[in-house]
């Protein structure tokens, strides 16, 4: 019972972070949206490592591509491949101060956010915007208060 509640609250962040990554907003500020889905699976992925995995990652990335509208695979493989580092490196990461992971989650923003842009040039074309980074920016600010967040969520319920 006790697990069966754990996987449930999981599902219903990661739930919630699929609804505030179409929910609409005004053109300036979707430029600063951050990668919700992103933050909180990374969260999970150091959190509970076991819980949350690669495979996870790559089911969410697939609906991020069918909910946003982008070529099928793309957000797939970056959320992995992000997913992957942090998870195969989960164990320093934990160690770190809150600033030191906010800013390797911003680095890992960035590396994400140019691994979609590479491969989005590469399948269609596009080409690169500085705009393009701002989701980076808002995603280490937004860090800090996510990870206390659903730490505190974590906690309540309960969930190992």
């Known amino acids: 019972m006790q697990k ?13 972070a699929l609804i505030l990554t179409v929910t609409p907003m005004p053109a300036m500020v979707q430029l600063f ?20 995995n690669i495979g996870m990652a790559f ?17 797939a493989l970056a959320f992995s491949v992000v997913t992957f580092v942090v998870a195969s490196n989960y164990l320093k990461i934990r160690n770190f101060s809150i600033l030191q992971q906010a800013l390797l989650i911003g680095l890992l923003l960035a590396f994400y956010h140019l691994m979609i842009f590479w491969l989005s040039h590469f399948l269609t074309g596009v080409y690169f915007l500085p705009d393009y980074l701002w989701p980076v920016l808002t995603g280490t ?11 505190r969520v974590r906690r309540q319920f309960k969930i190992s």
């Open 4 to 16: 069966a509640r754990g996987v449930g609250v999981i599902y219903l962040s990661l739930l919630l």
């Open 59 to 75: 089911v969410l990335g697939f609906l991020v591509d069918v909910l946003v509208g982008t070529v099928l695979g793309v957000n």
């Open 33 to 52: 949206r951050p990668d919700w889905v992103l933050l909180v699976l990374l969260y999970w992925v150091l959190a509970l490592p076991y819980r949350a």
């Open 141 to 151: 600010l937004a860090w800090p208060w996510i990870f206390w967040l659903l730490r």
